[in-house]
């Protein structure tokens, strides 16, 4: 069975980072395409990142982009969102997910996300 | 970014068919793939892959769900609605990057 387990969210100020981590069971990690996928309260679904199978490739929103790093562990099985410079805008539930083998993914599982809050 | 555009909301009985709709601001088909998906998502739950590439059914998911479209336009019908089937539905499209999401449709009880 395909788990995925987020953490590292919290109440963090304006200006600050946070790290998220992603664990992944039920599936050949190191062969999927992971992304992180956010929803602000009350509004729809953003995509902010991906990185492929074996991070030689890695893809920002423009909303993230220079502020946002994802990063995996193939070793680990674990998925990573390092988030600096962070803005009341980026409150959100963060869900990573899981893609696919290629490129122009679907997100076939998800997990059941972590909630990051920036207030000061 | 490719805009998928969806009705804010959709009133339905139970035992009757929903139609939810989905257009895209550009064609998200590349020859016989139509790169358009579908997600079910219930309060304070992760959303849940229902349809991916238009028509086929993700595993575990009932065949009352089905899916249709191709180029611009694309659809996902429920036939019959359950009461388990009251959530929001968002398609997305990964025709082009970044992968984009409608606004999502609220399925409402009539």
């Known amino acids: 069975e395909v788990q995925l387990v987020e953490s590292g969210g919290g109440l963090v100020q304006p200006g600050s980072s946070l790290k998220l981590s992603c664990v992944a069971s039920g599936f050949t990690f190191s062969s999927y395409n992971m992304h992180w996928i956010r929803q602000a309260p009350k509004k729809g679904l953003e995509w902010i990142a991906l990185s492929y199978y074996d991070s030689s490739n890695k893809y920002y929103a423009d909303s993230v982009k220079g502020r946002f790093t994802i990063s995996r562990d193939n070793s680990k099985n674990t998925l990573y969102l390092e988030m600096n410079s962070l803005r009341s805008e980026d409150t959100a539930m963060y869900y990573c997910?899981?893609?696919?083998?290629?490129?122009?993914?679907?997100?076939?599982?998800w997990g059941q996300g972590t909630l990051v809050t920036v207030s000061s | 970014d490719i805009v998928l555009t969806q009705s804010p909301a959709l009133a339905v009985s139970l035992g009757q068919r929903a139609t939810i709709s989905c257009r895209a601001s550009?064609?998200?088909?590349?020859?016989?793939?139509?790169?358009m998906h579908w997600y079910q998502q219930k309060p304070g739950q992760q959303p849940k892959l229902l349809i991916y590439r238009a028509s086929n059914l993700a595993s575990g998911i009932p065949a009352r769900f089905s899916g249709s479209g191709s180029g611009t336009d694309f659809t996902l019908t429920i036939n019959p609605v359950q009461a388990d089937d009251i959530a929001t539905y968002y398609c997305?499209?990964?025709?082009?990057?970044?992968?984009?999401f409608g606004g999502g449709t609220k399925l409402e009880l009539k």
């Open positions: 550009q064609s998200v088909s590349i020859s016989r793939y139509n790169l």
């Open positions: 997910a899981k893609g696919g083998m290629g490129t122009r993914d679907w997100f076939a599982y």
């Open positions: 997305q499209q990964s025709r082009e990057s970044p992968p984009t």
